[in-house]
């Protein structure tokens, strides 16, 4: 009896999940997380606009169904808790779907890959301790947060941030100074990415 139950109730979200029609995401919690991160990143560096299209992303966010929502919900909450240091293969594991079926929905999703946005996420948690412990040095940071080596770091900066360490916390030191609250929280005219 429990087995078809569960039967008619996978058909009917299947049902539901293939019927083209807006879909409600609330506007909170891990989907405000994602707004702001890719809408923090594509402000600090024009060169990262071109990785996080806000484009592909409110295109493919026009195509989610049900079982997006689910399925990203699962991820994006694993990779937020994580800081972007998880394995993919444990990642998809947990989100009940082979490593090449994750990356390929995760991509096709938001629109980017889920070693990229992990990437980002690493990052931010390092532009976190940067600013908020300035006791440590770039190189105990680093190796806290699993980059190989500063060069690393370094690369990383200059992908997402458009500039070295340095003149970084140069600029949020005089964003400090200035009176302004860091990250840079200057408001966008419109929205960049829609949830």
């Not at 808790?81 to 096709?108: D, H, N, P, W, Y």
């Not at 070693?115 to 412990?133: D, Q, T």
Request: hydrophobic letters at 45%; glycine letters at 4%; one cysteine or more.
């Amino acid at each position: 009896m429990m087995e078809r139950f569960v039967t008619i109730w996978q058909e009917q979200i299947s049902t539901l999940d293939n019927q083209a029609r807006p879909l409600s995401v609330p506007r909170e919690g891990i989907w405000l997380r994602l707004a702001l991160t890719l809408e923090g990143t594509v402000r600090r560096n024009a060169s990262a606009r071109q990785i996080l299209s806000s484009q592909q992303f409110n295109a493919a966010r026009t195509q989610w169904r049900l079982t997006d929502v689910a399925f990203l919900r699962t991820a994006l909450e694993l990779l937020y808790k994580t800081q972007g240091q998880i394995r993919m293969s444990v990642l998809a594991a947990e989100c009940g779907l082979s490593l090449r079926q994750f990356e390929r929905r995760f991509k096709q999703r938001i629109g980017v890959s889920p070693k990229v946005f992990a990437r980002l996420l690493r990052f931010e948690a390092l532009l976190c301790v940067l600013i908020h412990e300035p006791a440590y040095s770039l190189a105990e940071i680093a190796s806290r947060l699993g980059y190989q080596d500063q060069a690393h770091v370094i690369h990383e900066f200059k992908t997402w941030a458009g500039c070295t360490p340095t003149i970084f916390l140069e600029r949020a030191k005089h964003r400090a100074m200035c009176g302004f609250i860091v990250p840079d929280v200057r408001p966008a005219p419109t929205p960049v990415y829609h949830i």
